[in-house]
């Protein structure tokens, strides 16, 4: 006994017709009548196969523009009829319908359309399918006796089980996965399309496919799997891996948090990233000066660290880096000396990411426990014009400049966030302690004495004088924050006893 399904009436509907000639001729040869609609039908009567058209089984022209077509009894009881059923086979004798044993239907390019900013209402609504989708629910949910295919791309797998019998049951159910994965995606490309102008709509639910099941999760009790949006991916989720061994849960996340520090600057930018913080970041006129200033931040952290670039990675840059042991580069390229160097590094990871810029309206997301939270991206630019200096003391152009640095850096370190400065440069960092003022103490500590002439930059206001107290013992010569203290006065009264330059932002770079 065997499961396999032997198709002998298709019915093919499909816009996309890549893949279509071979399909037609797979059928033919398996001894199925094919069965088609319009565009369709034409494109398989032209490579030499017979074709019957939906008119003539369903007894009915195509009508409005084409919108309706297979809405019919005699397409739908032949598709969605239970061979289990003698009620339902009774049914298909007494109305003259033949049973289909494979739908084949893909569907208008409703995404590509609305892709366009300009694309007309109109034109967008004439692109919802409905007749197609319809078609592939039907076979889909009567996969029991029904084969349906949504991708070209599974076309080979269809007719070399045609070749073999027949479509199993297991491929059947595989198959029909696909189509409902297809059919939910698609609705949501209209859902997502009809409520555009609501930046949180009541309804969230971006389309995610799996780009890699993981050897596990942040620890190796915890299985785990890699998910890209589907769509318009952007950072991360637009890198194509070059090189390396397979990234794990923990490496996708530094890589992450190393790009968009090193994506953030204007200048050619190297990032260092350990456990999400930056153990070095740093800008120069070239990724090559730039290389040594980043691992001069942490050089002790930065081994087995993510190394991320904002501009094609050099041969010069990347023989620097070959020289510390790294597990992950991030580049939106690579020139071809650069690849030649890493390349000799058996495990490490080369990513490129093809899509830097976040697409209009994009948003983040994390999980709570039975939730998701949604905002958008923290990647607005610093904007000094709307600062306020205040203090008497006011920052020259060198030093405001530096604060900029230390201003945009501040924004990739975890909270409670303190950074120090120095050459556009990081030269000690105080992530994620519970006390602000610890975590000034703790970028003093990891500055060797660095801070001796550092600017300061902390990511939330200062609720007391403590920080800066500690931050000017250690030689901070200028300090930009947001304000906004109930004991601002206090802050900027500790700054003026010492003839600190203090700058307000107003703006706030939580990042838990």
């Known amino acids: ?83 289990d059923k003698a009620t339902h086979l009774n049914a298909l004798t007494e109305h003259d319908i033949a049973a289909f044993d494979l739908v084949v239907v893909n569907l208008y390019p409703f995404r590509d359309t609305v892709a366009d900013p300009d694309v007309s209402a109109a ?87 799996r780009a890699q099941t993981l050897r596990y999760g942040e620890n190796p009790h915890q299985a785990a799997a890699y998910y890209v949006e589907r769509g318009q991916p952007w950072g991360l989720g637009s890198a194509e891996q070059l090189h390396g061994k397979e990234l794990s849960y923990n490496n996708l996340l530094d890589a992450d948090a190393a790009w968009l520090a090193a994506a953030d600057a204007d200048a050619p930018c190297v990032a260092i990233i350990k456990h999400t913080n930056p153990a070095g970041l740093a800008e120069a006129d070239s990724l090559a000066e730039a290389y040594p200033k980043a691992l001069a931040g942490d050089p002790v952290s930065a081994f087995g660290g993510i190394v991320a670039v904002n501009r094609p990675l050099d041969a010069a840059t990347a023989e620097q880096v070959a020289e510390v042991f790294t597990e992950v580069v991030v580049a939106p390229d690579y020139e071809p000396g650069a690849l030649e160097v890493l390349q000799r590094k058996r495990d490490l990871r080369l990513l490129r990411i093809t899509a830097a810029t976040p697409p209009p309206g994009a948003r983040t997301a994390r999980t709570v426990s039975g939730g998701l939270l949604v905002q958008e991206p923290d990647l607005a630019p610093p904007s000094p014009e709307a600062w306020t200096v205040a203090t008497t003391a006011a920052p020259d152009e060198a030093t405001l400049a530096e604060l900029a640095f230390a201003w945009r850096a501040v924004r990739h370190v975890k909270s409670n966030a303190i950074l ?92 838990h």
């Open 1 to 83: 006994m065997t499961d396999a399904l032997p198709i002998r009436r298709a019915l093919v509907s499909v816009y996309d017709k890549s893949g279509l000639a071979d399909l037609a001729r797979g059928l033919a040869d398996a001894g199925a009548e094919i069965v088609s609609t319009g565009s369709t039908a034409a494109a398989i009567r032209a490579c030499g196969v017979a074709v019957t058209e939906v008119a003539d089984v369903t007894g009915f022209p195509e009508i409005l523009d084409g919108r309706v077509k297979t809405l019919h009894p005699a397409i739908h009881a032949g598709i969605l009829a239970d061979r």
């Open 420 to 511: 120090l400065a120095a050459d556009r440069a990081i030269v000690g960092v105080g992530a994620g302690q519970m006390s602000r003022v610890d975590s000034v103490r703790l970028a003093v500590e990891k500055s060797g004495g660095r801070a001796d002439g550092a600017v300061l930059a902390s990511d939330a206001f200062f609720p007391f004088r403590d920080g800066p107290d500690a931050a000017f013992d250690a030689g901070v010569r200028a300090i930009i924050q947001p304000g906004g203290s109930k004991r601002d006065e206090e802050v900027v009264a500790a700054c003026e006893e010492r003839g600190v330059p203090l700058v307000l932002t107003g703006v706030r770079h939580f990042r």
């Open 123 to 209: 034109k967008a609504i004439e692109m919802i399918d409905v007749g197609g989708p319809t078609m592939v629910r039907a076979a889909a949910k009567n996969h029991a006796h029904v084969g349906v295919v949504v991708r070209p791309e599974d076309y080979p797998i269809v007719l070399d089980a045609l070749a073999k019998g027949g479509l199993s049951a297991a491929l059947r159910t595989e198959l029909a996965t696909t189509a409902f994965a297809h059919t939910a995606s698609y609705d949501a490309d209209v859902r997502d399309w009809l409520q555009r102008d609501e930046s949180f709509p009541e309804r969230y639910g971006p389309v995610y496919t």
